[in-house]
């Protein structure tokens, strides 16, 4: 899921990882819920396709964190941004 208000890309899904640190001790990362936080067990690199514009791409994200906390994998708009990366979100009109 693309999140414009993750920080970073967070993997739940440890089978998209084609490097993988896991780190000395736990950290804690903030969620979107009220004092709600998650666990960071690691990162590194992952790597999957899909479709972009209706071509099937491989896309791979340094620097991903791993959990096991969140029910969907992450990929942040602002760390996409940095790498130069044009996000475009579709307008749709409901003013009917």
Not at 26 to 42: H, K, M, V
Not at 61 to 69: P, V
Request: with cysteine; net charge negative.
């Amino acid at each position: 899921m693309i999140d414009s208000g993750a920080s970073d890309h967070c993997f739940a899904n440890k089978s998209f990882f084609i490097s993988y640190s896991p780190l000395n001790q736990d950290i804690s990362g903030l969620s979107a819920g009220i004092n709600s936080t998650f666990n960071i067990l690691g990162r590194e690199t992952v790597k999957f396709k899909t479709k972009v514009e209706g071509i099937l791409r491989s896309i791979t994200l340094d620097n991903t964190m791993y959990t096991l906390d969140l029910q969907l994998n992450l990929i942040s708009v602002s760390r996409l941004l940095e790498k130069g990366v044009d996000v475009i979100f579709p307008v749709t009109d409901n003013s009917v």
